[in-house]
């Protein structure tokens, strides 16, 4: 018997098979991949589906140049593996969204030069304090590790002011909501960076974290996400 082998089976989090730990089962994983093209063509920027090749409405009305890659549509069933990853604490999902982020990126032969800083979107301090842990900062270092890049887990702030919350908010008043949210704590040298977030909806919160880290001093802001909704 290959002890080794047993140390590094897991069971898949989407159909519960054998998988290796960390991972999505072999099939599981060519679907999601391929899932992404199911809704063709998108956004050029924010990757929502659309009926012609270009722009969405919303980045050509708010001239967003920020370009975002995700895994998958936030869609069932996948869907609800961000929510157990976000609100049950089934943190070692980080390590299963990251391969496929990883594969994703191969496959587009967009893969980060490893001086590539990544900074996931800090938590405010009450959805902090309800998980314990924030989700984009679980999937970055997850994800720095896989791409061997560097992560930076300070610099970009959120200010804490009491916003409504954005699930509530217009697609505009989510934009308005998130235009200072974020701050850099210092100037920065980064040369390209990558935003790191859970769930893309309208684009508001990494719009403005981009717009903040340009201001102090990062030079190519991208962003990677691990679901995007198929509606805004």
């Keep these: 018997m290959n002890i080794f082998n047993n140390l590094v089976k897991g069971v898949c989090p989407l159909c519960r098979e054998s998988a290796t730990l960390g991972q999505f089962c072999y099939a599981c994983k060519e679907d999601i991949l391929a899932s992404i093209h199911y809704h063709s063509p998108r956004c050029s920027y924010c990757q929502l589906p659309l009926n012609d090749k270009g722009l969405c409405d919303n980045c050509h009305y708010y001239h967003l140049s920020l370009t975002v890659y995700s895994a998958f549509d936030y869609a069932p069933p996948l869907d609800s593996l ?14 299963c969204f990251a391969q496929l982020i990883f594969e994703q990126l191969i496959k587009k032969n967009h893969l980060p030069d490893k001086r590539t800083v990544l900074i996931p979107i800090p938590s405010k301090k009450n959805s902090l304090k309800k998980r314990a842990y924030n989700p984009a900062s679980l999937f970055a270092k997850s994800l720095a590790k896989k791409l061997q890049c560097q992560l930076d887990l300070s610099t970009l702030r959120c200010r804490q002011q009491a916003n409504a919350d954005q699930k509530t908010l ?6 308005v909501s998130s235009r200072d949210q974020y701050y850099c704590s210092r100037r920065v040298n980064y040369t390209d960076v990558i935003l790191i977030d859970d769930i893309l909806t309208t684009g508001s919160t990494l719009e403005s974290a981009s717009r903040a880290l340009l201001a102090a001093g990062a030079q190519n802001v991208q962003a990677i996400v691990i679901a995007r909704t198929i509606t805004t």
């Excluded at 990853?85 to 089934?90: L, M, S, T, V, Y």
């Excluded at 217009?170 to 934009?175: I, P, Q, V």
């Design 82 to 95: 961000v929510l157990r990853f976000k609100n049950n604490g089934q943190t070692h999902l980080s390590t």
């Design 170 to 175: 217009s697609r505009l008043d989510r934009f």
